[in-house]
């Protein structure tokens, strides 16, 4: 059946969701697709659900940090598994039904299927094929490919928070967030956990002396990070799963065998467009995703895209928020509207969480001053039972404007907001001095961070 539309959008993620409130009450007739369930990844199945596990986590860690400092309990507690699976369930199995029917409720019409491009404005779904006068893809993205033998053995994160029962032994494949923070939890229910990293570096954008921080923290809590240990191959037999590992560096040249009884993916994502038939719309792809400009224009200017599948901007739910944000002011509105990633915060919740905004980058030592602050034996890391806790900030002492901020330790997620706001809207770092806030709070640390 052929149907024209105003606006079709293509994926009810963040970035798809987001846009779709913004365009539906203009009054324009809009189609929305999705592959899967409604709602994509996040929240039903990513950042929202992780963070319950890796809340459960830090509060199971927290209580035994303070286990003979006044927590009436002898033995440490694990994460329940089974339990945490139910409320886990009770909380995100609505989701995709709730979401589905509130595009109804305001008017768009829901399609499930793949969807790919016959010509730059027409899509097939089914047998529905679609023609609209503006094009919104927001498809997400997907595990990366390994291409190792082996590979269909491996469990993605969204697989890990559905398993009924989480095994003994665990190898995370990759050094970046979703192993690290995965690793925590699992760690948490008693697990052996170990992390195998291709490289050098874990987390490589990020700051170097704070993650080595976060990485002894890490190892302070039983997981294994060993460097330098590209995956190369995957066996199942009778005793779980045997890794394989290759040479990662020239000073390691020998393999060595790792037993499992399951092995994480954690080896980043990647735009999931093979589908889409892009070429037939001559959309172009820039590094494997979906090139855009700052008004979020694909190289076909009526088709826009945002969210995960996109070239520019962090993989980060709120970009995809403010993508989405973007791409539907600018069909409302003519191209008014360019994106700003300027102040954008981000963390990984591991224990402890480290949580950042800016750059760590430093040009020119000259102009920048750093101030790199050990805050293990700050009242609000001390009163949390916590070891590892420090803080790093970035100005540039020509204006006083703070460029880059790292936050290690108790409440790191929540106080980088107050560096983010700094950041975005152009505060000097004198400016902070002048905030009141709560005491005694990581939020009232920020002050002595400077």
Same mark, same amino acid.
């Given at each position: ?43 039903? =199945? ?13 509060? *199971? ?23 945490? @699976?139910?409320?886990? $369930? ?46 919104? @893809? ?47 939890? +699992?760690? $948490? ?13 874990? #987390? =490589?954008?990020?700051?170097?002396? &704070?993650?080595?921080? @976060? ?10 990070? #060993?460097?330098? %240990? ?24 020998? *393999?060595?065998?790792?037993?499992? !009884?399951?092995?994480?993916?954690? +080896? ?24 855009? !400009?700052?008004?979020?224009? *694909? ?14 901007? &962090? ?18 509105? /003519? ?19 480290? +949580? ?9 030592? %000259? %102009? ?12 609000? *890391?001390?009163?949390?039972?916590? /070891? ?7 100005? !540039?002492?020509?204006?006083? $404007? ?28 004198? !400016?902070?001095? %002048? ?11 920020? =002050?002595?961070? @400077?």
């Amino acid at each position: 059946m052929e149907k024209d539309y105003d606006i079709i959008i293509i994926g009810t993620g963040t970035a798809g969701r987001i846009f779709a409130d913004k365009v539906a009450h203009s009054g324009l007739k809009i189609a929305i697709i999705d592959s899967g369930k409604y709602g994509g990844i996040s929240p039903p =199945r990513g950042c929202d659900t992780k963070k319950m596990f890796t809340y459960l986590a830090e509060v *199971t860690d927290w209580t035994n940090r303070l286990i003979g400092k006044g927590v009436g309990i002898q033995d440490p507690l694990k994460i329940d598994w089974p339990s945490l @699976l139910e409320f886990k $369930r009770a909380v995100t199995e609505e989701c995709p039904g709730r979401i589905e029917n509130h595009f109804i409720e305001i008017g768009i019409d829901t399609y499930h299927g793949k969807a790919y491009f016959e010509n730059p404005n027409t899509v097939i779904v089914g047998e529905d094929k679609l023609k609209g006068e503006y094009i919104f @893809l927001a498809t997400g993205s997907k595990p990366r490919k390994l291409n190792i033998p082996g590979e269909e053995y491996i469990t993605t994160s969204e697989e890990f928070m559905n398993i009924e029962k989480l095994p003994e032994r665990i190898i995370f494949i990759g050094g970046g967030h979703i192993s690290l923070e995965f690793a925590h939890v +699992a760690r $948490r229910t008693g697990a052996e956990v170990t992390i195998l990293h291709r490289s050098e570096r874990l #987390l =490589r954008h990020s700051d170097a002396d &704070m993650v080595n921080l @976060l990485i002894k923290a890490t190892e302070a809590a039983g997981i294994k990070i #060993l460097i330098n %240990k590209p995956v190369a191959s995957i066996e199942k037999d009778a005793n779980g799963f045997l890794v394989r590992t290759g040479s990662g560096s020239e000073t390691e040249s020998e *393999t060595q065998n790792f037993r499992a !009884d399951m092995v994480m993916h954690g +080896a980043g994502r990647i735009p999931n467009t093979e589908d889409l038939h892009l070429e037939k719309a001559g959309i172009k792809i820039e590094k494997g995703a979906i090139a855009v !400009d700052n008004y979020m224009r *694909t190289s076909k200017l009526r088709v826009y895209a945002g969210g995960d599948c996109v070239s520019e901007g &962090m993989k980060l739910t709120p970009v995809a928020a403010l993508q989405g944000e973007v791409a539907a002011a600018n069909i409302l509105n /003519e191209n008014s509207v360019e994106v700003n990633y300027t102040g954008i915060p981000n963390a990984v919740h591991t224990i402890p969480v480290l +949580a950042s905004v800016g750059t760590s980058t430093v040009k020119d030592n %000259k %102009k920048y001053k750093v101030i790199f602050r050990d805050r293990s034996n700050w009242y609000t *890391t001390r009163k949390a039972g916590m /070891e590892f806790a420090a803080s790093k900030v970035i100005i !540039d002492e020509a204006n006083d $404007r703070i460029t880059g901020a790292y936050i290690l330790g108790p409440d790191a997620g929540e106080a980088i907001n107050i560096f983010a706001a700094v950041v975005r809207l152009g505060l000097k770092a004198s !400016d902070i001095k %002048k905030l009141v806030f709560t005491y005694p709070t990581t939020f009232s640390d920020i =002050r002595y961070m @400077l």
